[in-house]
């Protein structure tokens, strides 16, 4: 796997934070499917709902907290630096995500940090076609991890 540099912040004390070899290793599966990124310096910022609600409020229009925001760096130009952006990740709510869709908590981290390294490359999910091409290389990246398809839903039960 390509190597990451990740300034792990972690802004709140809970129980169940990543590590930092945990972020280091998500990010890097993220950078081998890009061989070509030179970008490979990255922040990952975990934080509460106070500070997820105001970031997703001041920068998104979106008055509460969410999983993850990313937040590429743009680099002036003429200017050539490793720094791919900064990931803010709320942990209570990636913890009440993972309890509602009954996954391990550290699969539903890697998830989260997985697509937001993928926003931060550029990939989108605003269109049928983005969407589906982003979930397949999420689905992909996670299961090199060895981590469950994080949008396979359980099969609806039947009735007779």
Known sequence: MTPAHVDRQAAIEAEGLPSQADLERWV??????????????LTVRLVDTEESRALNRDYRGRDRPTNVLSFPFEC????????????????????AEAAEQDK?????????????????????????????????????????????????????????
């Not at 890097?28 to 310096?41: D, K, N, Q, S, Y």
């Open 76 to 95: 002036p130009p003429g200017v050539a630096l490793p720094l791919l952006g900064d990931l803010v990740v709320c942990h209570p709510v990636v913890v």
């Open 28 to 41: 890097g599966a993220v950078l081998a499917r890009h061989p070509e990124e030179t970008r490979i310096e």
């Open 104 to 160: 391990p908590l550290g699969d539903h981290y890697a998830h989260m940090v997985v697509h937001g390294t993928l926003h931060l490359l550029g990939h989108d999910h605003l269109e049928d076609d983005e969407a589906e091409s982003m979930e397949a290389l999420e689905r992909e990246i996670l299961d090199g991890l060895g981590i469950a398809d994080p949008y396979r839903t359980a099969p609806d039960s039947e009735e007779e």
